[in-house]
């Protein structure tokens, strides 16, 4: 346990509908990614937060991808209009100063 | 070409054996490097992380080669708990991590 946790840790969902994920980094990490991965593939990056500010979003996030992390602490990610090309296994990563990520165990989810 | 890539594997090497992993990045302006280690179905954990020209822990050595833009992981004496894949991660210039593919290794009794 790396002290990141994520909720929920599966989802089942159709095709159409919207899907929210909570991630909960180490207390003290101001710093937050969140990855996609699919089956035999290293995780794509998604998003970058530093404390509540995001600043770095991938280009090939669609707008039915939104992220936020409200107060610098917990992060969520949004999918709007679910795609059956969606389903993967959502990480949250968070780190500190140093370079090192810590991972939550993901949420994988499924779309109908 | 890709940002990051990795031999796929998998990797097949019995107990005892000594194994080595290649990563090729295309940012020549990447400082710092790491490798994690993701077991099935888990989440990646970091390994070993490279800002000069290698680092060393025990039986894992990593190795870095500006010039070529690559990097190595070579694990020695091979346990069967080291079966994982092995992902190359490289940070580009702003806050973008890459990983790669990542690589299987299987050792077998």
């Known amino acids: 346990d790396t002290g990141v946790s994520q909720n929920p840790r599966h989802k089942i969902t159709k095709r159409g509908q919207n899907v929210t994920f909570r991630c909960d980094p180490i207390s003290e990490h101001n710093r937050l990614y969140w990855y996609r991965q699919t089956l035999g593939q290293g995780p794509e990056f998604l998003t970058y937060f530093q404390n509540e500010a995001q600043l770095e979003k991938s280009r090939l996030l669609s707008d039915r991808f939104s992220a936020e992390r409200p107060k610098g602490s917990f992060s969520t990610l949004e999918i709007q209009r679910t795609e059956q090309g969606d389903s993967a296994m959502y990480l949250c990563a968070s780190l500190a100063g140093t370079d090192t990520q810590y991972f939550g165990p993901g949420t994988r989810l499924t779309v109908l | 070409r890709k940002e990051v890539e990795q031999d796929p594997g998998p990797f097949n090497v019995p107990e005892g054996a000594t194994v080595a992993f290649n990563c090729t990045y295309s940012n020549s302006a990447s400082q710092s490097f790491f490798w994690y280690r993701q077991d099935c179905r888990k989440e990646p954990k970091l390994l070993m992380s490279v800002y000069s020209s290698g680092n060393e822990d025990g039986r894992f050595t990593a190795q870095l080669n500006r010039a070529s833009q690559y990097i190595s992981l070579l694990i020695r004496d091979s346990k069967l708990s080291d079966s994982a894949t092995y992902l190359c991660?490289?940070?580009?210039?702003?806050?973008?991590?890459?990983f790669g593919a990542g690589t299987r290794l299987f050792v077998k009794a």
């Open positions: 991660v490289v940070p580009t210039g702003g806050f973008k991590t890459i």
